[in-house]
């Protein structure tokens, strides 16, 4: 507050001055930025553009209206990315991802889905409805009631057939 010869009445009061102990709030003019007691920090950069939120235990959420992308980081160093304009998605998960659906899960892929695991497993009856190509060997397991691989249809074998430990039966005749 700045008075002129000691007047009150003529009083003006003068915007803060930024020192280390109460530095400004962002590092350039087009930034606003707030921080809070807690630790969190929300900024905007209008002249990039870009809003970000950065929380007490590391978790950052940015929106970028120039590259169209939506980012959430969070503290354990998974990664979301979900591109604005086209829907794309991508998820760098530092940890486990499960999901419970209550009813159906269905997924429709434009042009191809790879998964890569040591193993796969599948719980339950599997339907394959097309063309079924093995790049290793395919091995079947009695079931619960004993019972072995059925397979219908026609088959035409390229190289040795070699049974063990069972009988080879045509038509019930043994061959």
């Not at 003529?10 to 807690?38: C, M, V």
Request: proline share 5%.
């Amino acid at each position: 507050m700045l008075s002129p010869d000691g007047e009150m009445n003529q009083a003006l009061i003068l915007g803060s001055i930024n020192s280390n102990q109460h530095p400004p709030p962002g590092n350039r003019k087009t930034l606003h930025r707030i921080e809070y007691k807690d630790g969190a920090v929300k900024e905007y950069d209008r002249e990039a553009s870009t809003d970000r939120a950065t929380y007490p235990d590391g978790t950052v959420i940015e929106y970028s209206a120039q590259a169209g992308q939506y980012t959430l980081t969070f503290s354990g160093g998974t990664v979301i990315q979900v591109m604005a304009e086209s829907g794309d998605v991508l998820a760098d998960i530092t940890g486990s991802l499960s999901a419970t659906i209550a009813s159906t899960l269905e997924a429709e892929v434009g042009s191809s889905a790879t998964v890569t695991a040591p193993t796969i497993t599948l719980n339950g009856n599997v339907n394959v409805n097309g063309n079924l190509t093995l790049a290793g060997a395919l091995a079947a397991a009695p079931g619960p009631s004993g019972s072995g691989a059925v397979l219908e249809g026609n088959f035409q074998i390229d190289g040795n057939l070699d049974v063990t430990g069972g009988d080879v039966t045509a038509d019930g005749t043994p061959a």
